[in-house]
């Protein structure tokens, strides 16, 4: 890790100025692998994609590995979830309320 909160690798990365955004609160939450599918992370996604109106926002942006944030592409990240894990949701469904509306709110 340099100086500047970034890997040597990311300085050549395209998001590079997303990854800056995005570390203090990954920091915060403690969240340094892929939050679909927990493997090592090497793209930064947007939970609501751009095309559907997300934004650059720290809060929209998740660490992904590359097979995870490129198949999602521009899927709603519910869809996305449901997709490569059927039934997950089903299973989540007992969560309490606050926690449905947030990941309701992402949609």
């Not at 590079?16 to 679909?36: K, M, Q």
């Amino acid at each position: 890790m340099n100086p500047d909160g970034l890997h040597y690798d990311c300085r050549t990365c395209a998001n590079t100025a997303l990854l800056r955004r995005a570390l203090p609160r990954w920091s915060e939450l403690d969240t340094w692998t892929c939050v679909y599918c927990g493997q090592d992370f090497a793209h930064v996604d947007h939970v609501v994609p751009v095309s559907r109106g997300g934004t650059d926002d720290p809060a929209n942006l998740a660490p992904a590995c590359q097979s995870c944030n490129i198949s999602k592409n521009a899927t709603p990240v519910l869809a996305f979830i449901d997709r490569q894990y059927p039934g997950l949701l089903d299973q989540l469904s007992h969560w309490p309320v606050r926690y449905v509306e947030l990941v309701g709110e992402v949609a």
